[in-house]
């Protein structure tokens, strides 16, 4: 059995994410400047469009930009 980090009473993203270093990296980065409330949404969202860092690397900038546009 692998080892499983222990849940908070904080429901954190980092929690849900903790197995993939590169979502939690992304998640940062929608978080940083934004609410969670707020971004949690979008973040969803894109890692279902780009569920990998090689997904992303092939996307179009202006679907990424038409995405991220409503968080400012």
Known sequence: M???PPKSPY???QEHLW????KIFVA???CNLTK???AEPYMWKF?????TAAD??????DDIRAMIKPLG
Do not use: H
Not at 19 to 22: A, E, Y
Not at 56 to 61: F, H, N
């Open 56 to 61: 992303l690397s092939t996307s179009d900038i």
């Open 36 to 38: 969670r409330v707020e």
């Open 11 to 13: 429901n954190l993203i």
């Open 2 to 4: 692998s080892w499983v």
């Open 19 to 22: 197995q993939d270093p590169w």
């Open 28 to 30: 940062c980065i929608f």
């Open 47 to 51: 890692f279902k469009k780009y569920p």
